[in-house]
Structure formats: structure tokens, C-alpha cells
């Protein structure tokens, strides 16, 4: 018997559990969020929408996965991008900003690595993976991760998790 697209799952479903109780959490306390994305294209955003009543709280996403547009639709540094490369603590603290300054949202999660299956252009490796999650005018709280090499879909779903995980310890969800 032939499989049809339709009849499969897009979005692994243990990601979207995970997503349902963070968008019940921006739900109830009132709260909305916007995404930016390099190393995970948009899939944290993508997991996010799969949950019931992401409409509510979920504004969209930047997926930019270029350095260029990094640049033109975040407003990350061009300086610091070609001086430190773009997987960086402050380059996604840039990218929450922006994410922020362009949006509605009242919180935003970004998101930079290397996911492979080679280093990037900077000679960062792949499995390094930098997090940016912030309120609108607080700190935003970074975090760093090297996974080390692995398979892509593997590391793309625990990149894509720990994101999620940042995301609901900035809503109060464990």
C-alpha cells in the first residue's frame, strides 16, 4: 500500500505536545510570540502553529537564514556578522531585538547554529548552536549548545525541542 503525503505527520508529534503547553502558557498569560530563525528554517514557528489555539498567540516567524538576511529583515550588524560570523550570543540577541522592534509580539525566540552537514562559511562546527529568548524591553537570556556532530533530522528535532524548552521557561512552563 502506498503512503500519500497527506497521511503522514509533518511535525513530530512529541515537538507539537511540547508546543500545545507552551502556547496554553502565552494563552493564559496573555501573551504573544514571534520567532527568528536561521539553523531551524522556521520549523520552531512551524511546530508552534500545529498546536490548538496558536492563532491567538503565535504572530509568525523570520526565517533568515542568510547572513544578507540576517541583516535586511532583522537589522543584525552587518559588521558584526562579517567580523564574528553569524553563530553568536549577540547575533541572536540582535535577532530577538529585531524580531521584536518588527513585530507585535511581546516575546521572541531566535535561533542561529550549525546544523550541517558541514561547518559554515565561519568554520563553526556543526552541532553549535546559539539561543536567544527575551520579553519586550527585558534582558534577553542566551544560551549556547554544542551537540556535536549527529545525524541532521536528530539534531534538527533537539535543536528544535531545546528552543521550545527556552521558550516555555520564558512562559513559566517546564
Not at 511546530?47 to 498546536?51: G, R
Not at 504572530?59 to 529583515?73: D, E, I, L, R
Given at each position: 500500500m502506498k503512503t500519500r503525503l497527506a497521511d503522514t505527520p509533518c511535525v513530530d508529534q512529541g515537538l507539537v505536545h511540547r508546543a500545545e503547553d507552551i502556547v496554553r502558557a502565552l494563552r493564559d498569560a496573555r501573551l504573544s510570540v514571534v520567532t527568528a530563525e536561521s539553523c531551524t528554517a522556521g520549523l520552531v514557528s512551524a511546530?508552534?502553529?500545529?498546536?490548538d489555539g496558536a492563532g491567538q498567540v503565535l504572530?509568525?516567524?523570520?526565517?533568515?537564514?542568510?547572513?544578507?538576511?540576517?541583516?535586511?529583515?532583522l537589522g543584525v550588524d552587518s559588521e558584526l556578522l562579517k567580523r564574528d560570523g553569524s553563530v553568536t550570543a549577540e547575533v541572536v540577541r540582535q535577532m530577538v531585538h529585531g524580531a521584536l522592534f518588527r513585530s507585535p509580539a511581546d516575546l521572541a525566540l531566535a535561533v542561529s547554529g550549525v546544523l550541517g552537514p558541514s561547518p559554515d562559511e565561519d568554520g563553526n562546527p556543526v552541532g553549535l548552536v546559539y539561543f536567544g529568548c527575551g520579553h519586550r524591553n527585558s534582558p534577553v537570556v542566551v544560551s549556547r549548545k554544542n551537540y556535536g556532530p549527529q545525524p541532521h533530522d536528530v539534531l534538527r528535532h533537539r535543536v528544535v525541542m531545546d528552543g521550545l524548552d527556552l521558550l516555555g521557561h520564558s512562559t513559566g512552563t517546564r
Open positions: 511546530v508552534l502553529s500545529q498546536a504572530h509568525g516567524s523570520f526565517v533568515a537564514y542568510s547572513k544578507a538576511n540576517k541583516t535586511s529583515a
